[in-house]
């Protein structure tokens, strides 16, 4: 028995040896960033602080909308660190107080308060506080000595200590049934102000004693004009408290100090008016949270307008009226606080200018410009970095938060000197485009966009563009001879969008990234370097895009065309923004007018005689509109009509529908199939790729028979989910259906399962709430030993149904997203690209998803290389194909094939973006990059005089022997 | 470098040789005592010795011209054997391809190749073979035979062929040549933006 066991060891090595010699794709060491690049965003800010504890300090502080914390380099723009933390309302970053080297969060909406060692980035302490929804925080001191937080609930209000967080105090506020408390206030006086509102009705004020938490003092002020304080509200000088009533168009002001009627200043009485419907804003400050605020503030009056007044005596006066001005900040340096003031210069540029708070004078030699792209939004908010000079003067930098997400830091007099485009942090959909074949060709393009008919004239503009062709490559071969003459330091590689060009083996390509805020982007795939950006302003923030590609590079002289659809999902509306993906430009192309509400879109194969792809919109009518829509357009869309289909689903009513078209561009409906909504919904829908082939008509079995792949391009996978929750009664269905005849051709159920379901083209990814695991299936279809039509495929024509064999698998983590790689022709061996929540993206060879793996090992299927099944599928490290480049929360991978047919290009993206190669079946057409072309070449060269002295040596001993 | 030696043995021996053209230079004159030791000279004159032989005297055997009867069968045999040759191989072949088996390696692939090889050589250059056989009376049947064994040889490789799996008879075989089909339908569409 023991020789068996040792046996069956041995076998089981050499399986293990096998299987592991067909998918070892690691990266070496010196491989590192070579192919691969990665940028880490933090999403739109929502609190940025900057450290100012240290003179020198390098550091902002950023809290943002995706639940990140970090700390950016304001040298260079950096990270220096960075934390995630959950997404969705658990994670989220309520408040963010800032003290010496601490910086205190509360993150869940109250659930938790942390503490961060701003230098390292390390936690100090952390702890859970009650339940009960958050309203504001703030640091509270005494004698210059800041030593506590308080945090106000709804209900309850609680004193930290800063060193460890321990609860010091807690008190349920009072009638907190009645008033909605709303902000907390401490002066530095031993005293924490809760200040509550019953709208409409009174102010209410509760003093506490930071000591022990006792009431000090109950106020109830009349004030029906008030609803919100946190609005209208702020507290300036000795505990004013200072409120605006856009009604009333005054200020009132009360001193929580004194119990006393609110005092009424009219506006008007300063001299000042309100830009009519503008709700006023109050801007103040607290340069140290142990002291009391600054008798100084702004009120914004319009939207370009603000005026900075000072409380004098218990009487406002004016200071300074900023007319126009967009954007205001107090910042302190030392002991002097000034306000930076950014106001338009003209339509290009603005400027920035400090002011002392004090006086409202303005600092000599503060100007800085800061002009406006007009592909970025407009400055959304100000944070200014003041630090005092040598001489006592104050200097300052800025970063500016623009309406795109966008972070600017500039530095006097208006250099910038970083930029980081936030709105990376949540890309929607993207597409990778060749790049032309070199730039100046496509400047070119627009002499010859004219059209031209006639047979001479389509002949003579073939030519000159192919001269234009051959002068741009001599030109580019001139310059690679000039370039190898010079030191190789000196030649420098910075990616223009003039330099752009294609190589070699089209490894290198345009990024085109649409994101969420509306902001496109177009990313060099090679470097990652942003080459152009455009900022689609009044996109609405719920919008969903469509990106597609109407023209490629590959029609030189014609420019190549995106069409990017942006739909309103509230009106329905949507607008097209047809652009150049190299470029960014808007092309010249007017786009069709869209009033109607637009459901899909659908781009065709056809082409218009400008070598645009046509794009077909079908509206709440189900009439379809064609862009581009020439009449040469119109003739091919109604010759192909009756073999153009289109399916709608909506996951709402739970209705899938197909449509034909007719030759008068209207539709007629021809299946429709309903889901009951009661029961189950329908969560997601994949299609094959337009861009995807498929090199193998089947596959080849153990006793070399052929078993035929059902390749029905067709055919979609639905994935529904139960509405019912109960993980007893949960289920999730894929629902395979041919999309032109609606004909369900496979149903599977998984039982006690739920989502999220991920699908790629031939596989799909659940968990299983009866194991607690997640599973992994995988169906496959195939038509049989015979193919039934070989030629053609219509779905229409299909007799027989195809065999569906399916297996599952236990995946040992839970998934992100999936995407299967994308070749050229499809001959290199397919991968699964997995991201996975904890930053990895996993390349799993197709091979262990087969559901052909036999339990039980034959000679067939060892002659099939099938690997025996396994329920476990194992995550091997050196499978992860970003090794320890983290993407956080990976939202969508994309794959685009490149011109060898070894290598697919991947980008992941999601917090961060992440672009790299990956080589399913190994660089099998490509040299190794170890390839000793030295050694190789000096054997041929020694091989090569080898023979001819011994040619020569043999024909001097023929010679000698003849003479004998 | 030989010079000395060479003396010492000419000094020693009872004949004296003349080796190489230096000895002969230096030397007035030599006796040759033993005839058979014309080794020397004789390699200087091309392969004659310097005995002189009689006039009509010839060192190869003269062939005898003279046809007889029993020539003819002589003939007949040895067409036969040329003729029988690839049917005498097949045993042969059939013991190799035996013994190297059915995998795919380099030997058994060299084997096959030469199998596969010599009938095709043969075939192709029958018509020298037939040339050969001209001088037989049974030359047709010959020919006839030779084909035939060739004909067996080379179905014999093609057999081996086929149990090594190197003949494109299974539609495996052609899957690489089968174009993806051409889509009668255009279908798109989706969840409604």
Known sequence: PKATTAMAKLILLCLKFVTLCGSIGAVFEDQVGKFDWRQQYVGKVRFSHFDTHVQSSKKVLVATENNVFAALNTRTGDLFWRHVDKTGPEGSIDALLQHGQDAVLVVGNGRLLRSWDINVGGLNWEIVLDSGSFQAACLSGQQDNVKHVAVLKKTVISLHYLSNGHQKWIENLPESETVDYQAVYSGGNGEVYALGVVPHSHIAIVVYSADDGEIIKQVSVEAPWLSNIQGSCAVISQGMLTCVDPAAVSLYMLDLHAESQMTQVPLQSLGLEVVPGFRPVLVSTQPNPAQQPLSEFFVQLGPENYVLLQLNNGQIVTLRDFKPAMLVSFVTAGEKTVAAVMSPKNKTACSINLFSAETGRRLLDTTMIYSLDPNVGKPEKLYVQAFLKKDDAVGYRVMVHSEDHALSFLQQPGRVMWTREEALSDVVTMEMVDLPLTGTQAELEGEFGKKADGLMSMVLKRLSSQLILLQAWIAHLWKLFYDARKPRSQVKNDVTIENLSRDEFNLQKMMVMVTASGKLFGIDSKTGSILWKHYLEDVPSNAAFKLMVQRTTAHFPHPPQCSLIIKDKDTGLATLHVF????????????????????????????????????????????????????????????????????????????????????????????????????????????????????????????????????????????????????????????????????????????????????????????????????FSVIELYEGMELYNSTVFSSLDRPHAPQVLQQSYIFPSAISTMEATLTEKGITSRHLLIGLPSGGILSLPKMFLDPRRPEMVSEQSREENLIPYAPELLIRTEWFINYNQTVSRVRGIYTAPSGLESTCLVVAYGLDIYQTRVYPSKQFDVLKDDYDYMLISSVLFALFFATMISKRLAEVKLLNRAWR | MASPGRQGGGGGGGALSTRGGSGARRMKWALELSLGNTRSRGDRQGGQGDVVYPIGYSEKPVPDTS???????????????????????????????????????????????????????????????????????????????????????????????????????HSSDWLAFIEPPQRMEILGGGMVL
């Open chain 1, 580 to 775: 150049n993906p190299i470029f960014g430009k808007k092309s010249h192309v007017t786009p069709p007018a869209l009033p109607q509400p637009i459901l899909q879109s659908l781009m065709l194969p056809l082409m218009d005689q400008d070598y645009a792809k046509v794009l077909l919109l079908v509206d709440d009518q189900y009439k379809v509109s064609a862009f581009p829509s020439t009449k040469n357009v119109l003739q091919q869309l109604q010759e192909m009509a009756s073999s153009i289909f289109f399916f709608l689903i909506d996951s709402s009513q739970g209705r899938l529908s197909g449509y034909r078209l007719r030759t008068d561009l209207s539709t007629e409906l021809i299946w429709e199939v309903v889901i009951p909504t009661e029961v189950q919904k329908i969560v997601s829908v994949k299609g094959k790729r337009p861009n995807e082939h498929v090199h193998s008509q089947g596959r080849v079995m153990g006793d070399r028979s052929v078993l035929y792949k059902y390749l029905n391009p067709n055919l979609l996978a639905l994935v529904t989910e139960s509405t019912d929750q109960h993980q007893e009664r949960s289920f999730i269905g894929i629902i395979l259906i041919d999309g032109v005849t609606g004909r369900i051709i496979h149903e599977a159920v998984q039982r006690k399962a739920k989502g999220p379901v991920h699908v790629v083209k031939n596989g799909y990814e659940y968990w299983s709430t009866k194991s607690r695991r997640n599973e």
């Open chain 2, 67 to 169: 046809i007889q009867e029993t020539d003819k069968n002589l003939v007949e045999k040895r067409c036969w054997d040329v003729a029988l040759g690839p049917l005498k191989q097949i045993p042969m072949n059939l013991f190799i391809m035996y013994m190297s088996g059915n995998t795919i390696s380099i030997f058994p692939i060299m084997m096959v190749c030469m199998m596969a090889w010599r009938p095709i050589q043969a075939l192709m250059s029958m018509s020298a073979t037939f040339k050969l056989l001209e001088s037989s009376s049974q030359q047709w049947l010959q020919g006839l035979v030779y084909l035939v064994g060739n004909l067996l040889g080379s179905a014999l490789a093609i057999y081996k062929c086929q149990s090594m799996g190197l003949l494109p008879t």
